[in-house]
């Protein structure tokens, strides 16, 4: 049976990088790249110590604050 899974969840990006067979130690070489902090670079990425990079071309709303992701575990 089918399981659906998508991201931000943990089981969306762990089974991506399943995919790659890299040790966790080596999952900080993976780039996320998304532009919108919650739904692209949320928990999950952030937990296995993915790099998060916040696109500039990411949609913003009136008095939004600047965020500044770039590196694991920041």
């Not at 943990?10 to 790249?33: D, H």
């Not at 009136?62 to 575990?73: R, S």
Request: with cysteine.
């Amino acid at each position: 049976s089918a399981h659906v899974v998508g991201k931000p969840s943990r089981a969306f990006f762990e089974s991506v990088i399943g995919t790659m067979k890299l040790p966790s130690s080596e999952y900080g070489r993976i780039a996320i790249i998304g532009d919108d902090v919650k739904n692209d670079l949320g928990g999950a990425t952030k937990e296995l110590g993915l790099w998060r990079v916040l696109g500039t071309f990411a949609q913003s709303f009136p008095g939004d604050a600047p965020l500044n992701i770039c590196c694991p575990n920041s």
